[in-house]
């Protein structure tokens, strides 16, 4: 069967989610580098929500503004992300069926960081936004790791509770983990997910042992808009965050970490990072032309030949 857009219209409006009614906050200065003039890029995001994606004209990290507050993320992921994600695809996607896809990609992020892991020592994990527990649970056995996951939303908690993993249901940003230190602590498929990026990073930073490692990926914001010729189709309520190379590696060195390698994931899509702990270089930025680049490239794919065809 072929999924038009007309279905894909209907089947998110069957949820009756009123994204507009939920409570938002203003982000009033730029996250990565603290300044305040924005660029708006766009007005709505992929599922047709009235949302707008702004880019921060000093160094080009893109985010949601305004949006959801912490409560709102958190009743989000309590039974609406994996619901709005289904009726998105038009197949279902549950606590469940996502964890064939995690295992996929568990192998592969653990071959990219077994040789950083193997004699080094490392003993403990903990794993930031971790969902079912799935890619835990393989870096445990695959390095004989102790595994800790923090998750928001109680039904993924409960399948990585089944897998024999420490589980906290809250957010990293929020929850107190005392004197406690890891060894090896990773991000995956989260970093868009989380309300205030800098912040998090430091906090991993601090609960990361001497020589911890961290590994950490992100959905490239401009290969999701090259793929889909839309700026609109790569944004989404899900992700406050929209990186990209340039603003992803400033993060990493001004919240205290050195890269050790890159990898543009198998899909295209993904960029990940392993990292360990260095000085932290505050003074961090993207390049201008960087800047420049995306803002051109993004008015580029808002109304080529291609884009507009699209669209019309
Ligand atoms: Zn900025």
Redesign the pocket.
């Known amino acids: 069967m072929v999924t038009t857009a007309v279905d894909r219209k209907d089947r998110i409006a069957a949820l009756r989610y009123d994204y507009a009614a939920q409570p938002k906050q203003s982000v009033t200065s730029?996250n990565?580098?603290g300044?305040t003039e924005f660029v708006i890029l766009t007005h709505h995001d992929r599922y047709g929500y009235p949302v707008q994606a702004h880019a921060?004209r000093?160094?080009g990290?893109v985010f949601l503004n305004p949006r959801m507050n912490a409560e709102a993320y958190g009743s989000f992921y309590n039974g609406v992300y994996r619901p709005l994600v289904s009726a998105f695809h038009g197949r279902l996607i549950d606590a469940r069926t996502i964890q064939d896809e995690q295992r996929e990609y568990a192998r592969e992020r653990a071959e990219f960081i077994r040789p950083f892991i193997t004699d080094s020592g490392a003993r403990t994990l903990l794993d930031i936004g971790g969902s079912t527990g799935v890619v835990a649970h393989h870096f445990v056995r695959e390095f004989g790791l102790q595994g800790t996951l923090i998750d928001p939303a109680p039904l993924e908690v409960e399948q990585a509770q089944v897998l024999g993993l420490q589980t906290v249901t809250g957010l990293v940003e929020e929850h107190d983990f005392g004197n406690e230190r890891f060894d090896v602590v990773i991000i995956c498929q989260t970093v868009d997910h989380l309300l205030d990026v800098g912040g998090t990073l430091a906090r991993v930073r601090q609960l990361l042992s001497k020589h911890g490692l961290l590994f950490i990926d992100i959905v490239d914001f401009r290969a999701a808009y090259l793929r889909n010729w839309s700026v609109e189709d790569a944004t989404k309520i899900d992700h406050p965050y929209y990186l990209t190379e340039p603003t992803m590696v400033a993060y990493l060195r001004r919240s205290g970490f050195a890269i050790l390698r890159s990898d543009y994931a198998a899909d295209h899509l993904h960029v990940s990072y392993i990292c360990r702990p260095d000085a932290a270089d505050e003074k961090a930025m993207p390049t201008s032309a960087s800047v420049d680049e995306l803002l051109r490239e993004v008015r580029y794919v808002q109304n080529s030949a291609h884009g507009a065809g699209l669209k019309a």
């Open positions: 730029c990565l580098c300044a921060c000093r160094c990290l």
